[in-house]
Nanobody
């Protein structure tokens, strides 16, 4: 079994900051390429930030310059530092990506419960 658990969300004012964490656990050896996604009410889920196993990053235009994705391989955890938050950032944030299981297999699409981020004006 593989589990991804997101945490760190909350209610913040516009212009504030928040750091999200995504901890992978279960029958995994390591995390590989990972991404942060978000889904606002009534909207499709979108990728906002991604990081490769080597640490290369990419961002959606809407968050570029404000969000930073990072990883701690020793903890099998990825982070999303969110600065200069805007009301339009309000969404449930999820992580997903590729994990390497203890059997050496690459597996995809393990979604957690997500963590709610609400940004007030």
């Amino acid at each position: 079994q593989v589990q991804l658990v997101e945490s760190g969300g909350g209610l913040v004012q516009a212009g504030g900051s928040l750091r999200l964490s995504c901890a992978a656990s279960g029958s995994i050896f390591s995390i590989n390429a990972m991404g942060w996604y978000r889904q606002a009410p009534g909207k499709q889920r979108e990728l906002v930030a991604a990081i490769t196993s080597g640490g290369s990053t990419n961002y959606a235009d809407s968050v570029k310059g404000r969000f930073t994705i990072s990883r701690d391989n020793a903890k099998n955890t990825v982070y999303l530092q969110m600065n200069s938050l805007k009301p339009e950032d309000t969404a449930v944030y999820y992580c997903n990506g590729v994990v390497v299981t203890t059997l050496g297999a690459y597996e995809y699409d393990y979604w957690g419960q997500g963590t709610q981020v609400t940004v007030s004006s």
